[in-house]
């Protein structure tokens, strides 16, 4: 079965400092890899996917995730985060044509 | 498109009361998911339907829960009677075979 996992619950990081949001997951086959992003009290939006390709994908708003196989990771970046990116923020795992499953989240806070 | 539609927005209802959310996927859609989100379990899978059909039920709490999808654009997540552990956020998601989830703006349910 997959799961996806998001070691940190939590994550402050001061205003124009680089950010790391963790996304480890577990499947014996390929998968489709998501971010999505949760602003409050709205639903989740899609940040940026990997299907096949190149590993390194990028998100119009300065995230990207690299895919690594071996380490089965699909960590989350930015150089430098502001304000507005205070948000929650889910990795989400696909086998081909199934069920989507969804990290527990990591809450990103960006301070002044 | 209109996206994912949900209705309604919000719910006030005493405990003891049917609950009915509704749901209207992206037109071509033919994947529906249902989630539960609340602060203490996070994002929870109730159920999701494949060209109409249900697939996977298996999150669905108890026989309290059900949920329809009598045709391609439209489905419903009924809870009868409700409790007051049933608060929470319910999200409807659809997708297409190979294409990342896209969210409704969630149903707000409050029993009281």
């Known amino acids: 079965a997959q799961s996806v996992t998001q070691l940190d619950s939590q994550v402050p990081v001061f205003e124009e400092a680089p950010v790391e949001l963790r996304c480890n997951y577990s499947?014996?086959?390929?998968?489709?890899l998501f971010w999505y992003v949760q602003y409050p009290n709205q639903g989740l939006q899609l940040l940026l996917k990997y299907l096949s390709g190149s590993t390194l994908v990028e998100s119009i708003n300065g995230f990207e995730a690299e895919f690594n196989k071996s380490q089965t990771s699909f960590h989350l970046r930015k150089p430098s985060v502001h304000i507005s990116d205070t948000a929650e923020y889910f990795c989400?795992?696909?086998?081909?044509?199934?069920?989507?499953?969804f990290g527990p989240g990591t809450r990103l806070s960006v301070l002044p | 498109d209109a996206g994912v539609i949900q209705s309604p927005r919000h719910e006030v209802t005493e405990m003891g009361q049917e609950v009915t959310l509704r749901c209207k996927p992206i037109s071509g859609h033919n994947s529906l998911f249902w989630y539960r989100q609340t602060m203490m379990r996070g994002l929870e899978l109730l159920i999701y339907f494949n060209n109409n059909v249900p697939i996977d039920d298996s999150g669905m709490p108890e026989d309290r829960f059900s949920a329809k999808m009598p045709n391609a654009s439209f489905s419903t997540l009924k809870i009868q009677p409700s409790e007051p552990r049933d608060s929470a956020v319910y999200f409807c998601a659809s997708s297409q075979r190979g294409s990342p989830l896209h969210f409704g703006n969630g149903t707000r349910l409050t029993v009281t």
């Open positions: 989400a795992v696909q086998l081909y044509g199934q069920n989507f499953v």
């Open positions: 499947s014996s086959v390929s998968v489709y």
